[in-house]
């Protein structure tokens, strides 16, 4: 489905990320896969290496030369590129009234920030396409609907549904398609709820998703393949929720 396209995707060595790359290798594609942590880095590497060629390159996308240093790094591992998945992301906890400029600063640098100029980097190396070159931003249900003292990471991903949009109406004429994926409640160290031992709060998620259960970073990756895949050809400025049901239900009046 992705045979021998090009593929760069951030923050990918745990999690939904990761998922993501050893879907897109199991499909044909060949891989970067990066995140700022070397530890991490190498022991993905070592697993995504069985299912085809990738590999690793350390950035902190903090800084918008960092963003531009890695998609360059990669364009020429490769020796071109097909597909950017913008999916590192950052989350500060604690409460609004405590939120300080450096907790904004970093949430909005790795949210919105590197997804803005790593998506700016990729359309000028890769240049006019025929709808077979792709943007990918990892969003959150978090864009649609707020979390009660969440108000740094639900505004900077409601900043990425609207980059999604935006890059896919400018992009068009170059023929670059930008999609976006909407996970909901789903396993991984940024979630803090979906990964508790505590089973009385597991059970409390699990009762407000329609499909009866917490997501795994594999349910993201399906959708990430479809999306960077021919079948998507004439899909563009989309948000894909992949969420159990979680959006599309009103409140429970009733157990």
Avoid: W
Avoid at 15 to 28: D, E, N, P, R, Y
Avoid at 45 to 70: K, M, N, P, R, Y
Avoid at 73 to 83: N, Q, S, T, V, Y
């Amino acid at each position: 489905m992705l045979n021998d396209q090009k593929v760069l995707i951030t923050g990918s060595t745990s999690g939904i990320g990761k998922a993501m790359a050893a879907a897109m290798l199991k499909a044909g594609a060949r891989v970067v896969i990066n995140s700022n942590e070397p530890d991490t880095g190498s022991a993905a590497l070592a697993e995504l290496e069985e299912f085809g060629e990738c590999h690793f390159i350390e950035t902190d996308l903090s800084s918008v030369e960092a963003c531009q240093a890695l998609v360059g790094a990669a364009f020429e591992r490769l020796g071109g590129l097909d597909c950017l998945v913008n999916n590192a992301a950052a989350a500060v906890g604690g409460p609004f009234r405590d939120a300080t400029v450096e907790d904004f600063a970093m949430t909005f640098d790795v949210n919105v920030r590197s997804s803005y100029f790593t998506s700016q980097a990729f359309a000028r190396l890769v240049g006019k396409r025929n709808c077979d070159a792709c943007i990918l931003c990892t969003g959150s249900t978090n864009s649609m609907q707020a979390e009660r003292e969440s108000v740094l990471y639900d505004t900077s991903k409601g900043a990425i549904l609207m980059l999604v949009r935006s890059l896919a109406v400018t992009l068009a004429e170059d023929g670059i398609r930008v999609n976006g994926i909407g996970p909901g409640l789903v396993k991984t160290r940024l979630n803090d709820y979906a990964s508790s031992s505590d089973p009385e709060l597991q059970e409390l998620m699990r009762s407000q998703i329609p499909l009866g259960r917490i997501g795994e970073p594999d349910d993201i990756a399906g959708a990430a393949v479809f999306l960077a895949s021919p079948m998507a050809h004439y899909i563009t400025g989309h948000m894909l929720y992949v969420d159990g049901g979680i959006i599309a239900q009103q409140m429970v009046t009733s157990t």
